[in-house]
């Protein structure tokens, strides 16, 4: 997401298929840059979590458009690797709760950490009956039934 022409690329995508919420992972970008990519789009908001100011690596984000983005409520992070988003609508529609990860590889304490705070948020959704997306890359292997893997099984 360093690139100024993956920028202008991402935006056409979104704006020709008219997505409702995207997510985008290993963005690399530090803090500072992240915290102003896509500011002033009128038609998507930019939800961004990098991993620090030092360091471009990793990095999560999700765009949704503005008209839904309105609706949010507490937004949570692991810097660089997860971002919690609720939404909370009026009357029978259902609140949801939107939890994009990006676990990186052979990073055990990282992986339980996301491990951990998916478990709490995946019960007070449960607990506070909202609707639940889980997306992103959990660098699992689902063909590997010998590797160990927290997060799907924690899902």
Same mark, same amino acid.
């Given at each position: 997401?360093?690139?100024?022409?993956?920028?202008?690329?991402?935006?056409?995508?979104?704006?020709?298929?008219?997505?409702?919420?995207?997510?985008?992972?290993?963005?690399?970008?530090?803090?500072? #840059?992240?915290?102003?990519?896509?500011? %002033?789009?009128? &038609?998507?908001?930019? @939800?961004?979590?990098? =991993? +620090?100011?030092? $360091?471009?690596?990793?990095?999560?984000?999700?765009?949704?458009?503005?008209?839904?983005?309105?609706?949010?409520?507490?937004?949570?992070?692991?810097?660089?690797?997860?971002? #919690?988003?609720?939404?909370?609508?009026? %009357?029978?529609? &259902?609140?949801?709760? @939107?939890?994009?990860? =990006? +676990?990186?590889? $052979?990073?055990?304490?990282?992986?339980?950490?996301?491990?951990?705070?998916?478990?709490?948020?995946?019960?007070?959704?449960?607990?506070?009956?909202?609707?639940?997306?889980?997306?992103?890359?959990?660098?699992?292997?689902?063909?590997? &039934?010998?590797?160990?893997?927290?997060?799907?099984?924690?899902?």
């Amino acid at each position: 997401m360093n690139d100024t022409k993956k920028q202008g690329d991402i935006r056409k995508f979104l704006s020709k298929e008219n997505w409702d919420i995207a997510i985008i992972n290993e963005t690399k970008l530090k803090e500072a #840059k992240g915290k102003y990519i896509y500011n %002033g789009w009128d &038609k998507y908001k930019c @939800i961004n979590s990098s =991993y +620090n100011n030092e $360091n471009n690596k990793n990095g999560i984000i999700i765009m949704i458009r503005r008209d839904i983005y309105d609706r949010g409520y507490k937004i949570e992070t692991i810097n660089g690797h997860v971002i #919690k988003f609720d939404l909370l609508f009026k %009357g029978n529609q &259902k609140n949801i709760r @939107i939890i994009g990860i =990006y +676990n990186p590889n $052979n990073d055990k304490p990282t992986t339980n950490n996301i491990e951990k705070h998916l478990a709490k948020w995946m019960n007070e959704a449960i607990n506070l009956e909202y609707e639940t997306i889980i997306l992103g890359d959990f660098n699992e292997s689902a063909n590997n &039934k010998k590797k160990l893997k927290p997060l799907t099984n924690t899902i």
